[in-house]
């Protein structure tokens, strides 16, 4: 690297004329003589008035440089300059403070080659600094090794001055070298008098000045204080923190700061000789605001925790916009979590401080349960016991987590808990986390970062459903708060306490991607990983989960740049290769366009029904929108398809310049230009899931996004090779298993040899470098797989009224014991009227009574609701289950935690190992208009609701038949929900009980785990 150089250049204007010079110097005499009362009138230029910058502007990161505002005339501050400003009195002297001093007591002094004491104050989560001073470099003041491992991070580098009053007369120049151009020299301002909303304490600002424009090659940066640049930060700031009455009022310099980005890999970097001033020492009464830790260097050496942050609409971690990624702490090291991209950790257990420590140091946002107050009982409102100071109990916590799914049952609590902790918590005042189930819109006026969702792997409603729930219940928030979900990344609760030691469903990849799909489509800034268990094993199926988690971390950090702060506009209406629109049947405009401008032709989504086919979000970020295609379908949840198209089409109306570039962590490449009459046309060859498109005209973006991709790439194609793999041994042994109950489809072996053959084209690209290519076929082997395995889940459900009427049809691991099922079942069929237990025809009004249905509703303020026996044609009758809003003229709330009506069968005893089989008809009524198409969730006691069925509705009757293996319970129930206002009718419901085997000859219903 190149040897610091002197800063002590001679100045180009030094050289002119005596009479030039002289007519200079009388001008300031007459400036000063003259004009005093101006002088005193612009006096709070820069003291008492906010350097009028105008109203905020849209809001953009607070490195980007007015490059006017920035510009430093070449040359340094000679001592005649700084001495005719001292002796004749400077009016940028006395515009540095309130109380204008006269120019004959200000005192001012110089710093010239200084070597400044430099410390990291800001880093990513990814990045390793380590700081050094070379021996044989007396000229270098630190040398800086930063150390990323996958993507570009933020870093910022902050050095102590002598606190000086800011003044349009003040300069510096520090001499840097480094492997890489970009970085930026700047002032590090404070202001005392203003309070920072993200921190609680004084206003810390950085006002930029010169970026290194080559690598190793030394040069001198320089930044200056000017009025344009001044007001530029201000109207910068502003936006940023969208507070328009930010104030800055007696500004003060105190330090200088570099601001980097990491690479993927090593970046060094040599930070030399520095010079500034003149410095004009604060008065006493301004020395008394610095914070004793903007002052000494050495209090942030040690970061105590991670700042976590939130704007409206932004999260900040280390003051810079990010996605939230989330995972609850089961022990895994520092290394393993930096490694699966995540930024936060929840730590349930507060009181664990050396673990908190470790990773606020290893630079992770840590989340803790706080401890409880006390309250009187039944009285949220009156505190027993109140909570001790935490600021000091728990210093390495940078937020609190509050629970999971809170309903409004749980809504009180939960808001007298957040009270008393901010109230406990009022030198940091940490944010509130939480997820919700409900009274979203209550509960985001405390809590701040507001989950919201549901799981549903394994259950009838699919990822394009979750996406449009999101949407419903984010906009019944108010969109107060910041807006995060869970991924659900392993089997819920239930199902694993089912089954025991048996075969345990696994959680597809492809499905905790399109959660994250779903997310981000529906506008969330954040998603959180939901496990029970520590992942970093040796176990196959943790590892691929693991893998999986990774690999959207990748995706989300390549598109964070757009997401962390973009504004979703709409969606975008996407068409196939056979010319319809994905979104058909869901307010799609003609051609699927949506104008970028704001003004949506495409996709409405309302309500909480599935879209059906794919379609696309529009997120609107600073100087381009991000474009993500995503495929719906109703499967998926269960076992994914194939979820590919050769080709789809998309038309936005952009600017006359702008192009369009499609991204992944693959590579980017530029889409032909496709102008026509109502946009620019967009087509997307070999759609696979997913899809990311960039429409911009700034080919700077499209530059930072090729660097991140080169960031990301190497990691991406082994992350997805590595999985690929061990998904491929896994699918295998499950249909050696499936061969052994069942005959497999035609067509298996020849997917499982092209399988294979992609997975050895994959390694041998891998080898030999080529990741792009290496991606490319790991895609088309977990392609394939996913093909293989939805013939195997399409010819096992082919003969069921839903995938929910087996327990083990809703996942492809489980398949085996579906069959193993349906064997036994298929040897009593012929014989099954031997095995009705109990049937119910609701011939009289009273048969509902006589039997022992139980009926449950909800609070009449919220819903009316009715259970009856009516006529139904030709002498019969029906069971009819109505449910409509308690005030009609108002709009109908829809719940996670509240259902208008629920309906259960007389019990009858069962016992472990014996097979029920439940049947019946449904069908949609008239009297009450439904509000979904799928108003009503049949379930049973055994399973429990998530494994119900939820039929798409007609007025035609529908025959519906469930078979359910009990393994624990000893009586059985059916349960009618009515999930919506709508109208339901129910009629000829059997029950019939196939009995265990005998001890001698047990029936084995659900496989054993061999993994």
């Known amino acids: 690297m190149g040897q610091p150089v002197s800063l002590n250049k001679p100045v180009l204007w030094q050289s002119a004329s005596g009479a030039l010079y002289r007519a200079w110097r009388t001008a300031v005499v007459v400036c000063v003589v003259l004009l005093p009362v101006l002088v005193r009138a612009s006096v709070q230029a820069v003291a008492d008035e906010p350097f009028a910058g105008g109203e905020p502007t849209a809001a953009s990161p607070s490195a980007v440089v007015d490059e006017e505002a920035s510009g430093v005339d070449d040359g340094s501050l000679t001592q005649r300059l700084r001495q005719q400003s001292r002796t004749e009195g400077s009016l940028i002297q006395q515009l540095s403070g309130s109380n204008v001093e006269p120019a004959a007591v200000i005192s001012t002094t110089d710093y010239e080659g200084q070597l400044l004491s430099w410390r990291c104050e800001q880093r990513g989560a990814g990045t390793e600094v380590q700081q050094s001073q070379p021996e044989d470099q007396p000229e270098v003041a630190a040398r800086f090794r930063l150390t990323a491992s996958a993507v570009s991070e933020p870093v910022l580098l902050t050095a102590r001055l002598e606190p000086s009053r800011l003044h349009y007369d003040f300069k510096a120049a520090l001499t840097a070298d480094s492997t890489a151009a970009g970085l930026r020299l700047a002032l590090q301002l404070l202001i005392p008098g203003q309070v920072d909303p993200r921190t609680g304490g004084p206003m810390v600002v950085y006002l930029p000045g010169d970026a290194l424009e080559q690598s190793e090659t030394t040069q001198t940066l320089r930044v200056a204080v000017t009025r344009k640049a001044m007001e530029s930060l201000l109207r910068r700031t502003r936006a940023e923190l969208n507070r328009a009455d930010i104030r800055f009022q007696e500004p003060l310099i105190i330090g200088l700061a570099v601001m980097a980005e990491s690479q993927p890999g090593e970046l060094w970097m040599d930070l030399g000789l520095a ?62 979590l930096s490694r699966a991209g995540v930024n936060t950790v929840w730590q349930s257990d507060v009181q664990a401080v050396e673990r908190s420590q470790e990773l606020s140091a290893a630079g992770f946002a840590v989340l803790a349960t706080p401890p409880h107050p006390e309250f009187a009982a039944g009285d949220f409102g009156q505190v027993v016991s109140t909570l001790p100071p935490l600021d000091q109990q728990y210093p390495y916590i940078s937020g609190w987590y509050l629970g999971t799914r809170i309903g409004q049952a749980d809504l009180p609590h939960l808001l007298a808990w957040s009270r008393e902790v901010r109230s406990a918590d009022r030198v940091m005042q940490r944010p509130h986390a939480a997820d919700l189930a409900g009274a979203e819109s209550a509960a ?311 399988i294979k053959s992609s997975l050895g084209r994959m390694q041998q690209e891998l080898g030999a470098g080529d990741h792009h290519e290496s991606l490319l076929q790991a895609a088309d082997a977990l392609r394939n797989l996913r093909q293989l395995q939805f013939l195997c889940w399409k010819d096992a ?30 040897a009593e069929r012929s014989r099954l009227e031997d095995h009705l237990r109990w049937s119910a025809t609701f011939d009289d009004a009273g048969s509902l009574q006589r039997d022992g249905w139980e009926r449950a509703a909800a609070d009449k303020t919220l819903f009316s609701t009715t259970t009856d026996v009516i006529p139904a044609g030709a002498g019969g009758r029906v069971l009819r289950l109505a449910a409509w809003p308690a005030d009609p003229t108002g709009r109908s709330t829809v719940r996670d935690d509240v259902v208008p009506l629920v309906l259960t069968s007389p019990a009858f005893p069962v016992s472990a190992g014996d097979i029920v089989i439940v049947r019946g008809r449904v069908r949609r009524g008239s009297a009450v208009a439904s509000g979904s198409r799928r108003p009503l969730l049949l379930y049973d006691t055994e399973l429990g609701p998530e494994h119900g069925l939820k039929q798409e509705l007609t007025s035609d009757w529908q025959e519906f038949e469930m078979i359910r293996p009990i393994r624990r319970g000893r009586e059985f129930q059916l349960c009618a929900s009515v999930l919506t206002q709508a109208e339901v009718h129910l009629d000829d419901v059997q029950f019939f009980r196939i009995e265990a085997g005998t001890p001698e000859n047990p029936v084995r219903m659900i496989g054993t785990s061999g993994r």
């Open 275 to 336: 010079e500034y001033g003149p410095v004009i020492a604060p008065q006493q009464s301004q020395l008394d605001l610095i914070p004793q830790s903007a002052l000494d260097s050495s209090s942030g050496a040690e970061r105590v925790h991670v700042p976590l942050d939130v704007e409206l609409g932004a999260l900040l971690l280390n003051q810079q916009p990010v996605v939230l990624r989330l995972l609850p702490d089961h022990g895994e090291g520092v290394d393993w």
């Open 444 to 754: 985001s006026r405390e809590i701040d970062l507001a989950g919201m969702g549901r799981h549903v792997v394994g259950r009838e409603d699919g990822f394009g459903a979750l996406r449009n729930l999101l949407v419903h219940r984010l906009n019944m928030s108010g969109q107060m708060a910041f807006p995060w979900t869970w991924v659900q990344a392993e089997p819920s609760f239930a199902q694993q306490q089912w089954r025991g030691d048996g075969v345990q469903p696994a959680v597809e990849p492809e499905q905790i991607l399109q959660q994250v799909y779903a997310a981000i489509s529906a506008g969330y800034r954040g998603v959180g990983f939901w496990k029970t268990k520590s992942l970093q094993s040796d176990d196959p199926q943790s590892r691929e989960t693991s893998l999986a988690i990774e690999l959207a971390c990748l995706e989300i950090s390549l598109l964070e740049p757009f997401l962390a702060r973009g504004r979703r506009e709409g969606y975008l209406a996407v068409r196939t290769a056979a010319g319809q629109a994905g979104a058909a049947g869901r307010g799609a405009g003609a051609g699927g366009m949506l104008n970028l401008r704001g003004e949506s032709s495409g996709v409405t989504v309302a309500g909480l029904e599935a879209p059906r086919g794919p379609d696309a979000v529009v997120i609107r970020g600073s100087g381009a929108t991000l474009i993500l295609a995503t495929h719906w379908d109703n499967t998926a949840q269960y076992v994914p398809g194939p979820m590919y198209e050769r080709e789809v089409n998309m038309t936005v109306a952009a600017s006359e310049t702008a192009s369009a570039w499609q991204v992944s962590t693959a590579g980017i490449r530029s889409l032909p230009r496709d102008v026509r009459a109502g946009g620019l046309a967009i087509r997307i060859e070999n759609f696979d899931r997913c899809a990311a498109v960039v429409v911009t005209s700034d080919t700077s973006i499209i530059q930072k996004l090729e660097q991140r991709i080169r960031g990301l790439s190497v990691r991406a194609a082994e992350v997805t090779a590595e999985l690929a793999t061990l998904k491929y041994e896994r699918v295998r042994e499950t249909v050696s298993q499936l061969q052994r109950e069942h005959a497999v489809p035609s067509g298996t072996a020849k997917l499982l040899t092209a």
């Open 797 to 826: 459900t082919a003969g069921l009224c839903s995938p929910a009427a087996s327990p083990h049809t809703v996942a492809f691991a489980t398949l085996p014991d579906h069959w193993r099922l349906m064997n036994r079942v298929q």
